[in-house]
């Protein structure tokens, strides 16, 4: 399994970027595209765990219910 690197536009598209077998250089990778934005860029920078990118585009395609916290 390999950690995937995605562009997500305000439209919900996504554009691929890389794959790492290590956590450590895909954080890195991410968190400096973070910083490289500019203010008027509004995609999201997502990193996920998959098996392949067929997986890692359907996790990130996939809305996730809020779950309850202490305070709900």
């Given at each position: ?59 990130l395609r996939t809305r996730r219910e809020r779950q309850p916290s202490e305070d709900d």
């Amino acid at each position: 399994m390999s950690y995937y690197i995605y562009r997500i536009s305000p439209h919900r598209a996504l554009t691929y970027v890389e794959a790492f077998e290590e956590y450590k250089q895909a954080r890195q990778l991410a968190r400096q595209m973070r910083r490289d934005q500019s203010a008027g860029d509004s995609d999201d920078i997502r990193m996920v765990f998959a098996k392949d990118r067929t997986e890692a585009e359907s996790l990130l395609r996939t809305r996730r219910e809020r779950q309850p916290s202490e305070d709900d």
